[in-house]
């Protein structure tokens, strides 16, 4: 199928975007046109539509600029997964409106009606993190990555069996202080084990997986699982701990 290319001003027609909004995903390095004229007009291909289409959604989505640059630009950017996470956010977020809507009906109508917890936007905001954490382009996605992708099947089912298993020795040790010497060790193996297996996990990200550990129920679920029902909360607190000293 022949490729057709656009100027600056069909793709702001067909798009909504103004030309000077274009011009300036030009200049940050976010839409390149896919060539420049001899004109000087810009030129948009079939390619450069998609990439504005994603782009786009992930504005509709709230994403700033600059991570929408970093999801976008990322080498293992895929449009065809991206999506995926697209729809299932625009999805929260509808879930979200229709709340709200919900609570505007009822206040019109004069009830009492006090549902503050409509504007929680804790889950949108948790699965956008989960998206720019897989796309953002960071150090740590790319050395993830990289180690992943020279790893079968079973090397991968095995080192998720060893986390586990840090976690059930860390289960073993609940009746011990959190800020404990033992506690404080199990922790540094948990760090370095992340280091050594998947990217490195400084302390700034330990801090952050600790809170994910309580957080994130699948995360909780399979972590109490391995080290006793508890034993989510207790990693993560020993976690908090580690990272403050």
């Known amino acids: 199928m022949k490729n057709s ?7 702001s027609r067909l798009s909504g975007v103004s030309v000077r909004t274009l011009h300036h995903y030009d200049e940050i390095g976010l839409l390149k046109p896919a060539y420049v004229a001899e004109n000087g007009y810009r030129m948009y291909d079939d390619t450069s539509l998609k990439k504005l289409q994603s782009i ?3 504005k509709e989505l709230e994403f700033p600029l600059k991570e929408i640059k970093n999801i976008v630009g990322n080498p293992q950017f895929d449009s065809k997964t991206a999506v995926k996470d697209q729809l299932e956010l625009l999805k929260l977020k509808r879930t979200h ?3 709200l809507i919900d609570l505007a009906e009822k206040l019109i109508n004069q009830e009492d009606y006090m549902a503050l917890k409509k504007f929680d936007r804790a889950e949108i905001e948790k699965y956008a993190q989960e998206v720019k954490d897989r796309w953002g382009a960071t150090d740590q996605y790319s050395e993830y990555t990289q180690k992943s992708r020279s790893r079968t099947t079973d090397q991968h089912n095995a080192l998720g069996a060893q986390l586990m298993d840090i976690f059930a020795e860390i289960g ?5 202080a959190p800020e404990s010497d033992e506690v404080q060790n199990a922790v540094k193996t948990l760090q370095d084990f992340i280091t050594a297996n998947y990217y490195n996990c400084t302390k700034d990200i330990l801090k952050g997986l600790g809170s994910m550990y309580i957080a994130d129920k699948r995360f909780k679920e399979n972590i109490d699982k391995a080290g006793g029902e508890g034993a989510a909360a207790f990693v993560a607190k020993a976690i908090e701990i580690y990272c403050s000293n």
């Open 5 to 11: 290319f656009k100027t600056v001003n069909e793709v």
């Open 56 to 58: 786009l959604l992930f």
């Open 97 to 99: 409106i229709d709340g």
């Open 172 to 176: 073993k040790l609940t009746n011990l």
